[in-house]
C-alpha cells in the first residue's frame, strides 16, 4: 500500500528530464561556431592549419577531409598509451604531423568525414581490411577518435547527408586527382563555410 | 528486525577497510591501465574527451576518478583509496540489507563476514575503480527500495533512484537489477490505481535518468548532441556485442570434474599461470562460490513459499546478472562479477540461518577462518606457500 502523493514532485522530476533534453542540445550547439560568409585559408603546413582553425574560433564541427594518405587516422589506443607513459604533464597531446588528431582533441572537430581520391581509396581500404570493423564499398568504415568519429569513406561524398555547414581541410597536391564536379560541390558556400588548403601553390 | 545501534555499521566498516587497506600501495595489480585511466580522467574533466580509455567507457568513471585522485592523491593510493572506501561501505550496506530482508541478526552478520572476507571482494577494492562504486551504489539502491516499499516514505524512492542512475553510469549492468526492481515493484503494487503508481514511480525514473545523464555534459558541451549520445550507445553495444560468446562455449569450460568446484563460472586457464593469475583466480572464492547457486534456489523457493517478492528480486538479480557475465567471452568474472558476491552472500547468510543453532555458528566459524586463510593470496601478501600447496595445485599452478 502506497499513499496518494501529489503530482507536484512527478512534475518537478519530468521537467527535470525534459529540461536536460532541450538543454543537451543547446549546449551542444553552443559550441559551435558557424561564420556567415566562406572563409577560405591557404596555409604552408598541417600546424598552421591548426592555428589557424583554432584562431578563427571554429569548435565543435564536421569536418571533411581530403587527403589521400592512408594513416591519417592514427592508431588510437598505441598511441594514448605511449603519452599516457611519456607524458607526466598530463598535458593535450597534440602532433603536428597529425591535424585529424589534433583537431578532434581540441574540439574544433566533433566528426571527420574523410574522403581519399579515387586513385587511393584502394590502399586505404587495404589499410583497414581484416581489422575488426568492415569494409563497406558503400557506407566505407568508421572508426572513433576519443569517442568522435571518423567516417572513412570509399566514394565521394554526397553533401546531402550533411546538416549542416561543414570545414573541408584539403591537401592542395591532392586536389587535382579529385571529380572537379565533387571539389566544386563541397567547397560551395552553401556546403562548407571554413576552406582550409594546405600545402605552397 | 533487530534495532540498529550507532556503533553496528562501524564495527562492520572498520575492519571491512583494515582488510582492504592493509598493503594497499605495495599490492600488485592494473596499475599499468590506471596512468590511461588517470590522463582519460583528466581529459574528460578538462576537455570532454573520452580517450584514450576506450571511448566507450562511461564517463562517470572519468569524473569520479579525477575527483579521486584531486582529494585523495594523485598516485597509486589515491586512486585505490576510493575503492577501499566505497567496498567497504558495500560491506556494511549489504549487512543492511540482510538486516532489512531477513529480519534477523545472523544473516546479516554471515552476509558480512562473508563478503568482508570475499577475495573477489578484496581484490576488486583494491585494483579496480568503477566496479565497486557500481556495486556499493547498487546495494544502495536495493536498501533505498527496500525501505521505500515498506515505509514508502518519498526520500527513500528518490534515493533509489539517484543511487541506481549513478550506478548504471559507472556500469550498465547495474541496470539488471533496477529492471527487477521495477518490475517486482510493479507487482506488489499490482492493485493500485495507475495515477498512484505513476505519481510514485515517475520521479524515481526522472532522478535515476538525471543522475546517468549528467555525467554526459562535458562531452555534450564539446558539440555532441542527443543523436550523437544515441549513436555512440548504438556503437557500445555494437563493439562489446562482440565480446559475448553462446550458452554452449560459455559452459563448456565448466563440464570437466574440477570445473565446477575448482573453475566456476568460466574461470578457466588451461595452462600454468603466475603469481598474478593465482590472485586472479582465487578471487572467485570457488568454495563459498560453490553454494551460492544452491543457496540462491532456496531463497527463491523459500520467496514463493513465504510471498515474499523482494526475496525473488535478489535470487532473480543473481541469475540475470551470473548469465550476463558467464555469457562473456572475455575472462569478465575475474574482475567484473563483484556485483554477484553480495547477493549471493545474502543468499546463503539466510539459507544458513534456517540451520540449527549450533551448525551455524560452526558456519559463521568456519567462513571467517576459510576467508583468513585465503586473504593472504587475495591480498598479494608474500607468505608461504606450503600450506597453500594442496590449493595451488587444483587449479594447475604448481609444476604446470
Known amino acids: 500500500m502506497i499513499r496518494k502523493r501529489s503530482w507536484g514532485l512527478t512534475i518537478a522530476a519530468l521537467s527535470g528530464v525534459v529540461a536536460l533534453m532541450i538543454v543537451s542540445p543547446v549546449i551542444g550547439g553552443s559550441g559551435r561556431t558557424f561564420v556567415e560568409k566562406q572563409r577560405s585559408y591557404t596555409v604552408g603546413s598541417a600546424a598552421e592549419a591548426y592555428t589557424v582553425l583554432r584562431q578563427a574560433g571554429v569548435g565543435g564541427r564536421l569536418m571533411v577531409l581530403l587527403d589521400e594518405r592512408a594513416n591519417i587516422v592514427p592508431r588510437v589506443y598505441d598511441r594514448g598509451f605511449e603519452w599516457s607513459l611519456s607524458d607526466t604533464r598530463y598535458e593535450p597531446p597534440f602532433q603536428p604531423l597529425n591535424v585529424t588528431g589534433g583537431l578532434i582533441e581540441t574540439g574544433v572537430a566533433r566528426q571527420v568525414y574523410f574522403v581519399p581520391p579515387p586513385s587511393a581509396r584502394a590502399a586505404v581500404k587495404q589499410r583497414y581490411a581484416g581489422r575488426w570493423d568492415s569494409v563497406d564499398d558503400v557506407h566505407g568504415v568508421d572508426r572513433r577518435f576519443y569517442g568522435a568519429p571518423v567516417h572513412v569513406l570509399f566514394n565521394d561524398l554526397d553533401p546531402a547527408v550533411l546538416r549542416e555547414k561543414v570545414v573541408v581541410y584539403a591537401r592542395r597536391d591532392v586536389l587535382d586527382k579529385y571529380d572537379p564536379a565533387f571539389l566544386k560541390r563541397v567547397m560551395s558556400p552553401d556546403v562548407a563555410d571554413v576552406v582550409v588548403i594546405v600545402g605552397a601553390p | ?400
Open chain 2, 1 to 400: 528486525m533487530f534495532p540498529l545501534r550507532w556503533w553496528m555499521p562501524f564495527a562492520v566498516f572498520i575492519p571491512s577497510y583494515l582488510l582492504r587497506l592493509i598493503g594497499l600501495a605495495t599490492v600488485f595489480g592494473p596499475v599499468e591501465d590506471m596512468y590511461m585511466h588517470v590522463e582519460n580522467a583528466f581529459y574528460y574533466t578538462r576537455y570532454g574527451l573520452l580517450g584514450p580509455d576506450n571511448w566507450w567507457t562511461h564517463p562517470a568513471k572519468h569524473i569520479g576518478l579525477r575527483f579521486a585522485s584531486v582529494m585523495l592523491g594523485n598516485d597509486i593510493l589515491g586512486w585505490r583509496m576510493s575503492g577501499v572506501i566505497m567496498g567497504s561501505v558495500a560491506v556494511v550496506v549489504a549487512a543492511l540489507i540482510a538486516r532489512r530482508l531477513f529480519r534477523s541478526a545472523y544473516p546479516a552478520l554471515l552476509t558480512a563476514v562473508l563478503f568482508a572476507l570475499d577475495p573477489l571482494s578484496i581484490a576488486f577494492s583494491r585494483t579496480t575503480f568503477e566496479d565497486t562504486i557500481a556495486t556499493c551504489l547498487t546495494l544502495c539502491a536495493i536498501l533505498f527500495w527496500l525501505r521505500a516499499l515498506e515505509d514508502d516514505r518519498t526520500a527513500d524512492w528518490l534515493l533509489c533512484g539517484l543511487s541506481l542512475g549513478i550506478a548504471v553510469a559507472c556500469r550498465q549492468y547495474a541496470a539488471i537489477p533496477g529492471v527487477l526492481m521495477l518490475g517486482v515493484t510493479l507487482f506488489v503494487l499490482r492493485r493500485e490505481r495507475i495515477g498512484v503508481i505513476a505519481r510514485t514511480g515517475l520521479p524515481v525514473l526522472g532522478v535515476a535518468i538525471i543522475s546517468y545523464y549528467c555525467w554526459w555534459l562535458p562531452w555534450i558541451a564539446r558539440g555532441n548532441t542527443m543523436p550523437d549520445w544515441w549513436h555512440l550507445q548504438y556503437d557500445s553495444l555494437h563493439v562489446q556485442g562482440a565480446n559475448f560468446q553462446g550458452f554452449g562455449p560459455a559452459l563448456m569450460g565448466m563440464v570437466d570434474p574440477q570445473g565446477w568446484l575448482f573453475r566456476w563460472v568460466g574461470l578457466v586457464l588451461r595452462r600454468p599461470v603466475d603469481g598474478r593469475e593465482v590472485v586472479s583466480m582465487m578471487s572467485s572464492d570457488p568454495v563459498i562460490w560453490v553454494f551460492f547457486a544452491p543457496a540462491i534456489a532456496y531463497l527463491i523457493y523459500r520467496s514463493i513459499v513465504r510471498r515474499r517478492p523482494e526475496w525473488m528480486m535478489i535470487g532473480l538479480s543473481f541469475i540475470a546478472l551470473y548469465a550476463f557475465f558467464v555469457l562473456a567471452n572475455r575472462p569478465i568474472m575475474v574482475y567484473s562479477a563483484l556485483s554477484i558476491v553480495p547477493l549471493g552472500c545474502l543468499a546463503v547468510g539466510y539459507a544458513v540461518s534456517r540451520f540449527g543453532p549450533k551448525a551455524r555458528w560452526a558456519v559463521l566459524a568456519a567462513a571467517a577462518l576459510w576467508g583468513l586463510y585465503l586473504y593472504p593470496l587475495a591480498a598479494g601478501i608474500a607468505v608461504p606457500l606450503q600450506p597453500y600447496a594442496w590449493l595451488l595445485e587444483r587449479v594447475h599452478t604448481v609444476g604446470g
